[in-house]
């Protein structure tokens, strides 16, 4: 189907999703419904509207907002929380950034943060505005969960991806249309790249965690089964950092729970940052041996491709920071220092950033090569975020991030909250595996709805504790 038509089905789905909610649970059930049900929508299918693109989530975020202020503007209003704070200084930081390098005020500045960064916090915090919402819509979070999972498996074993045949063909952007490791597709399900598409997983996690988490301190092994889908999910992306991104999420879920388990994770972060202080070069030794696999890989994937669809495509070009793609992403900040150091308090601006290679001065003469692994593509999104916003932008982010866990940390310490369990695993993935890559709304918007649900669970630790108590099924 045509994009335009895609997007009317999409936002019909959604829409769906909030009238039977409502009609079963009320209007909190099918606001949260509906948000969660544009998780599943393709991102590639949007609208533009004053030059800005908008999707299925930001439309349904939108929506969400307009009808809590029309039907009483007063439920804007809420206790506030420590991270309500940090995505202000979040967004100030962005409107200053871009209006300091473009020299103007430019309400489209205003807009765009809002949109990037308020409006995913803001679903968060409106869509689940009770303990008991978030309980509530757990089984559409679950169902949404699986499909995407599944989805995933599917087109890895397939080549087909379930998304393009419902909604057309993603559209090519940096990543071509099949790629191949070791066989099989990696897989993209519902966004614009493969990685993106496994931490999109990783995020989902809370959901599975929520049926798999231990009842009344006690393992089970057939629980612990559901954790199987997200497992198999960031192996079929073929990416390391997708699959660190997924231990992680789920042992730091586990070690809330568990005392040993927090002391092993707690010892092995302790052992890994000094390994990386004291015995850097060995590091680099050993993951440079993983670039004859990498550049075997991508030859190997070039061939299928030109296999499946010939064309004039040259093979991978080898010249690199190093021969993978880890090392190359290990060179990336010294690689950028200077132009971090030019770009002062607040950053280049959202322009500068937009399109690879960056236009900021001092640009590494790596990063003008397109060819296979570049520095002109900055995969780790605390860098990019620098240099998009200066240090001033960074500290608000990771600011924001660590009063987002520090509230769930809570939650869960005074109630055992499952969901907030959950949730404070795939925070702490993601923000290990942004190492690796930056972040688009594909999975960016989920990461930042679940910043906004912390702050509503922490301000409800209280009134809501009876619909936060383990359960015990």
């Known amino acids: 189907m045509d994009p335009l038509t895609g997007f009317l089905v999409a936002l ?8 039977l909610g409502t009609a079963r649970g009320g209007l909190g059930h099918g606001v949260g419904t509906a948000v969660i049900l544009s998780w599943l929508m393709p991102v590639w299918i949007k609208i533009d509207i004053a030059g800005l693109p908008y999707d299925v989530k930001i439309i349904v975020a939108l929506a969400v907002l307009i009808v809590f202020t029309l039907r009483d503007p007063r439920q804007l209003l809420v ?3 420590w991270s309500d704070l940090a995505i202000i200084g979040l967004f100030t930081a962005h409107v200053l950034s871009d ?18 960064w308020g409006l995913p916090y803001a679903a968060g915090r409106y869509a689940i505005r009770r303990a008991e919402d978030l309980r509530e819509v757990a089984p559409i979070g679950l169902v949404v969960t699986l499909i995407i999972c599944g989805g995933m498996l599917f087109e890895s074993f397939t080549s087909i991806n379930p998304w393009e045949v419902v909604f057309g063909e993603r559209p090519v952007d940096g990543s071509p249309r099949h790629l191949m490791r070791f066989g099989f597709q990696r897989a993209f399900g519902p966004t614009m790249q493969t990685i993106f598409c496994g931490m999109l997983a990783v995020l989902l996690t809370p959901w599975l965690w929520s049926m798999a988490a231990p009842r009344q301190e006690r393992f089970d092994a057939k629980r612990l089964a559901w954790l199987v889908p997200g497992l198999l999910a960031s192996i079929s992306t073929f990416s390391r950092g997708v699959q660190l991104s997924w231990v992680v999420a789920t042992t730091a879920s586990l070690s809330l729970r568990n005392l040993w388990v927090r002391r092993i994770a707690i010892a092995g972060a302790a052992a890994v940052l000094l390994i990386g202080l004291f015995a850097s070069n060995q590091i680099i030794k050993v993951v440079d041996r993983w670039g004859d696999q990498d550049q075997q890989q991508r030859l190997d994937e070039w061939k299928a491709r030109q296999n499946k669809q010939p064309s004039d495509q040259p093979p991978p070009d080898q010249r690199t920071f190093g021969r993978s793609s880890a ?7 010294p690689a950028y ?4 150091q030019a770009g002062g308090l607040t950053g280049f601006g959202t322009a500068a950033v937009t399109d690879f290679p960056p236009r900021v001065p001092h640009l590494p003469e790596q990063a003008l090569k397109r060819g296979g692994q570049s520095a002109g593509f900055i995969d780790n999104f605390y860098l990019l975020l620098t240099l998009r916003f200066g240090p001033l932008g960074l500290a608000m982010f990771l600011i924001l991030a660590t009063l987002s866990l520090v509230q769930l940390a809570i939650v869960v310490r005074e109630t055992q909250f499952e969901l907030a369990e959950g949730a404070f695993g795939a925070v702490v993935g ?6 690796t890559v930056w972040m688009p709304y594909d999975f960016g918007f989920v990461l930042l709805w679940w910043f906004g649900t912390s702050a509503t669970l922490f301000t409800a630790r209280h009134s809501d504790r009876e619909w936060m108590a383990p359960m015990t099924r």
């Open 12 to 19: 019909a789905v959604c829409g769906a999703g909030f009238v």
């Open 99 to 116: 209006c300091t390098a473009t020299g103007q005020i430019d309400w489209r500045h205003f807009f765009r943060a809002y949109g990037e």
């Open 430 to 435: 993601t923000l290990v595996g942004l190492l």
């Open 337 to 340: 220092a200077k132009s971090v």
């Open 327 to 333: 090392l190359n992403r290990l060179a990336l900040v």
């Open 79 to 81: 206790a506030p929380a």
